[in-house]
C-alpha cells in the first residue's frame, strides 16, 4: 500500500509570507506610533501632577514663584531632578513669576525635547495652556496647536481650591499702567514705545519695558497690555514696533493672500494681519495673541 505525503506547496508558502509581510508592515508603524505617544504622556503626567500645588500658591500668595530661593519647595513639592520618569529627566517650575512647568524628555523618542504647562489666572480659576516642540503627529491632543485650557479651580472633575482672602496685585507697566489697556489708556511716554526702530528691549526706556498683545481675530483687533500666549519675552521690543506702527496709520488694507493692496484704513479698521509679512495667517499670529483670548 502507497502512504501520500502531503504538504505545502511554494505558492501557499509565499502567500502566507505575503499576508504576514502585510500584518507586520501595518502593525509595527502603529506600535511605534503607540510608544511615541505613551512617552510623550508620561511627561504630561509628571507635568500635571504639579499643578494644583502651582494653582494653590497663586491663591494663596496672588502670585506665582517669583525670585523665591526654591520654586519647588514654595510649593511643597520635590526637586527637579527628583520628578522623573523613564523617559523624562525631570520638570521644573519655573522661579520667574511666570509659573510655567517644564518637563524635559531625555531618551526615547523625544530625546532633547520639552512640554511645558503655562498658566493664566482667569476670575479665581488658574488655566493651563500646554505646549511643545514635540512633532505634531506625537503630541497630546491639547497640544496640537500650541494652546491647552485645562482648568484647576471649578467644575466637577476639576480640584477646588480655596481662593486667597487678599484681591492680587493687579499687574500694571512700569508707569502704572493696568495689563488690558489699549492705545488710548497709555501714557504719553508709553505712545512713544517702539519708535526709532529699536534693535533690542535695551534701546527702549524703562517706561517702555512692558508686554503687548495683539486682542482681537487676525485681521480685525488692536494692541493691548498684556502677555502674549508664546512670544519671546527677549523679542517684546518687535510687538511695541507693530503697536507704534499700527496707530500710526502706517497699516494698509491686504488681500486674502497677504499682498498689500495700497489702501489704508483708519486705525483700528483695518484688515492688516497682526502679524504683517507677505502670506501671513491666522494661525500665525497665535503668538502674539493675548493669553487670555
Partial sequence: MKRLHKGF?????MIVVAIIGILAAVAIPQYQNYVARAQVAEGFSLAGGLKTALAEYHNTNGVFPNGTPNAHSAIGIEDSDAITGKYVTGVTVSNDGEGTITATFGSGNHAGKFLRLTPTETDGAVYF???????EDWRPSNCEDGLGGEEVG???????ITP????PAVATTPSGTAYGTSWGGL?????????GNPAANS????ECQFDVCWSGTATKGEWVVGSPSGFSADKMYELRKRMYSFQHDKW???????APTGVKFEPPQTDRRCLGGDGSVDDSCKNQ???SS
Fill in 164 to 167: 486667597h482672602t487678599t484681591e
Fill in 154 to 160: 471649578g467644575g466637577e472633575e476639576d480640584v477646588s
Fill in 289 to 291: 495673541k493675548c493669553s
Fill in 203 to 206: 534701546d527702549e526706556p524703562a
Fill in 187 to 195: 501714557t504719553a511716554e508709553e505712545k512713544m514705545c517702539g519708535t
Fill in 129 to 135: 495652556d500646554c505646549t511643545t516642540d514635540i512633532e
Fill in 252 to 258: 494698509k488694507e491686504r488681500d486674502e493672500s497677504g
Fill in 9 to 13: 506547496t511554494l505558492i501557499e508558502l
